[in-house]
């Protein structure tokens, strides 16, 4: 088994700290694991995209031209990234930020929209937990990984002048697994 992750946005929005997070957790579940950030010049509002490469046998390389899954938080990466994820693949996109009707792989590719941005006002009272609830949306979206072993791997990791940020945010990873549970199809 192994399972390429595109995360994708601008900077500022915590691409690459889900990232790290999502390596990490791979890690600590006993996957093998690659990560490679990439981020424009201005971080801050510039591009920010990162690839997570997961497997049970070692990863031969970084380099991912197809990912599996794309979790995207914004339209300028939703249309720039949706053409390259693989045929049978995901897309996991911010609906706050991305227009489902610039979707053009339908039969072809599933896409899971989760109101991430709103997901994070609601459960913080600020937008700088998106990336966190766009997390809880692909967990609940691909069982890769679990949410017991990411929660972990958060409280293990986390910079301790950021630990009042802790709870939050684990909020706000379960709120986006059940907005992405409570919409999928009952049949």
Known sequence: MQTE????????????????????????????????????????????????????????????????????????????????????GMIVANSAMVDADSFTREGDVRLVMAPATDISR?????EQSTNMAALGAMLAADTTLSLEIVEETLRANLDPSKHALLEPNLKTIRAGMAAVTSAAPTS
């Open 5 to 88: 992750v595109l995360l994708a946005g601008f900077g500022g929005q915590g691409v690459l700290f889900m990232g790290d997070l999502v390596a990490r957790s791979a890690m600590a579940q006993g996957l093998h694991v690659t990560y490679m950030p990439t981020y424009g010049v201005a971080m801050r509002g510039g591009t920010a995209n990162c690839v997570v490469i997961m497997s049970d046998e070692p990863i031969g390389s970084p380099v991912m031209d197809t990912p599996d899954i794309a979790v995207i938080l914004n339209q300028q990466s939703f249309d720039k990234f949706q053409p390259l994820v693989k045929k049978g």
């Open 122 to 126: 609601e459960v913080t009272g600020r």
